[in-house]
């Protein structure tokens, strides 16, 4: 399934080589490993990823007033090598934030 997944979202887009298999495997648990469901979904997903982080990355200065309230940080990697992330909640006021900036803040750190 996840070949045919990978086929079909190459067919869609042919930028999408990045992609690794985790990635495509959260589209098919999500569709119940209906491939069509799933690779529409992720071409979706990739086009909205592509028009909200234009350049691959956030620059810093785009978010800096959530970078000051120093509410995330990165701890390392886990077992397989992906970064975790420690999200101090407490820090957060929702009463100083533009959503937008929060939005992009979340983006770059994920």
Same mark, same amino acid.
């Given at each position: 399934?996840?070949?045919? &997944?990978?086929?079909? !979202? =190459? =067919? ?12 495509? &495997?959260?589209? @098919? #648990? ?12 992720? /071409? =979706? ?7 909200? !982080?234009?350049?691959?990355? /956030?620059?810093?200065?785009? /978010?800096?007033? $959530?970078?000051?309230?120093?509410? /995330?940080? @990165? ?10 992330? @420690? #999200? @101090? ?9 533009? &959503? $937008?900036?929060?939005?992009? &803040? #979340? #983006?770059?750190?994920?």
């Amino acid at each position: 399934v996840l070949k045919e &997944m990978r086929f079909r !979202v =190459q =067919q869609l887009d042919a930028q999408s080589t990045d992609c690794d298999d985790a990635m495509l &495997m959260r589209f @098919l #648990i999500a569709r119940n490993f209906n491939v069509e469901k799933a690779s529409k979904l992720f /071409i =979706q997903h990739l086009k909205w990823r592509r028009s909200f !982080v234009p350049f691959g990355y /956030i620059p810093e200065n785009e /978010i800096l007033n $959530e970078l000051k309230q120093k509410k /995330i940080f @990165l701890q390392g990697c886990d077992k397989k090598g992906c970064p975790v992330g @420690l #999200i @101090l909640a407490a820090r957060h006021n929702a009463f100083k934030r533009n &959503m $937008e900036e929060f939005k992009r &803040m #979340i #983006i770059q750190n994920a």
